[in-house]
């Protein structure tokens, strides 16, 4: 089933244990491999489709039973998680340096997104309490841009830009 594929991005939903870990994690090589070809709006375009896509398939996947976000769907931490990664890809590009050149950016995003999407604070936790497909989306798109701002933050304290 296509919703499958899509909400566990390819079973790694299935890994255990701390499947949302997984899932951001294979979130970073997909976003580097979607810079390499078209950059900062490549990966923006990757991240409003994977955002559809993610919605669709969360809905899906939730239809049928009484958990609103089950643990195997992951699709939600991988746009989460390239919204915490387009800072890098955008200072690459703005740079012309090599993605992984940014590698501390690249570890702040993971690790920032992560502790976001753990916690839940504010909005990101007002999102999950939802209840719906909606509302899994759009916590990791809250906790992405909380972790993308941390790493805004954490350039120009590194770098004075």
Aim: glycine letters at 14%; proline letters at 5%.
């Amino acid at each position: 089933m296509i919703a499958q594929l899509i909400g566990t991005v390819f079973y790694v939903g299935h890994l255990k244990p701390a499947s949302g870990t997984w899932g951001s994690a294979v979130a970073v090589p997909f976003a580097w491999i979607i810079h390499l070809i078209g950059g900062p709006i490549l990966l923006a375009i990757g991240i409003i489709a994977g955002f559809f896509k993610g919605w669709w398939a969360t809905g899906q996947i939730i239809a049928d039973g009484d958990d609103h976000d089950p643990s195997e769907v992951v699709v939600d931490e991988l746009v989460g998680q390239w919204i915490a990664l387009l800072p890098i890809s955008i200072g690459a590009t703005v740079m012309e340096a090599s993605f992984w050149a940014l590698w501390p950016g690249v570890l702040t995003a993971f690790l920032a997104f992560r502790l976001f999407d753990i916690w839940k604070p504010g909005p990101i936790g007002w999102a999950d309490q939802r209840g719906d497909a909606l509302g899994v989306m759009l916590d990791d798109v809250f906790a992405g841009i909380a972790a993308g701002g941390v790493v805004l933050i954490a350039a120009r304290i590194a770098h004075g830009f």
